[in-house]
């Protein structure tokens, strides 16, 4: 089974230009996660989606940061305008329930660079 | 405040020693994970543990919980170097609308 995809693997920009992330889940699975992680840090949950509709979003800095996912299926995360603390990677996560704690399955991430 | 601490954040430990990885909760928990993160890598699940007094092992790898303690241990036997790698424990408060809540990772060094 093909595992969770993300793209690019790698992005450098500088501050206040705008980035956009792609992931896409294991075929299936109703529930993805964007999550942040800071160097030497777990990772931090920023949205959460039940196929298409926002389960939680309670972390994700509006102002700058949004997310959708079209069809239930892939999803993009954008920031806009970037700060240098935005630096780190981004990962998705997938699980194929919808129960609270289901396994997650994480994609290889991107790791965001802004100076 | 639900908090996961680990214990240590990092370890340096020579092949063929023992070792043991602890992680501490303050919430209500009957599921706890532990996933393993390689240099530039993603998570990769190593355990659920779904109850008090789960043990479950891979290979050189055991992990255990005490949801009474809220704590949960991770075991290291005879360590190799191909198991230097971050580890993470991830909680799922019981009657919570959080999914997980991490640990800050035990970055683990095997030297040969």
């Known amino acids: 089974e093909a595992g969770v995809a993300q793209s690019p693997r790698y992005k450098i920009i500088e501050k206040r230009q705008s980035v956009a992330f792609w992931c896409n889940p294991i075929?299936?699975?109703?529930?993805l996660y964007w999550y942040q992680q800071i160097l030497g840090q777990g990772p931090k949950l920023l949205i959460q989606?039940?196929?298409?509709?926002?389960?939680?979003d309670s972390q994700l800095p509006k102002d700058r940061f949004s997310a959708e996912r079209l069809k239930g299926v892939d999803s993009t995360l954008k920031i806009q305008p970037a700060k240098l603390e935005d630096s780190a990677v981004y990962l998705c996560?997938?699980?194929?329930?919808?129960?609270?704690?289901?396994?997650?399955?994480f994609g290889p991430g991107t790791r965001l660079t802004v100076l | 405040e639900l908090k996961v601490e680990q214990n240590p954040l990092f370890l340096s430990m020579q092949e063929g020693k023992n070792y043991t990885i602890y992680c501490n909760y303050s919430?209500?928990?009957?599921?706890l994970y532990w996933y393993r993160q390689d240099p530039g890598k993603s998570l990769e699940s190593l355990f659920v543990?779904?109850?008090n007094g789960a043990v479950k092992q891979e290979g050189r790898l055991m992990a255990s919980l005490d949801t009474k303690a809220r704590l949960s241990t991770l075991h290291i036997t005879a360590a190799v170097h191909d198991l230097s790698a971050t580890y993470f424990c991830?909680?799922?408060?019981?009657?919570?609308?959080?999914?997980?809540?991490w640990g800050a990772g035990t970055k683990l060094i095997i030297k040969p």
């Open positions: 991830a909680v799922v408060p019981r009657d919570s609308n959080y999914q997980l809540i």
């Open positions: 919430t209500t928990s009957d599921r």
């Open positions: 543990l779904l109850s």
């Open positions: 075929s299936g699975h109703a529930t």
């Open positions: 989606f039940q196929n298409n509709g926002v389960v939680d």
């Open positions: 996560a997938s699980s194929f329930g919808t129960r609270v704690g289901d396994e997650q399955f």
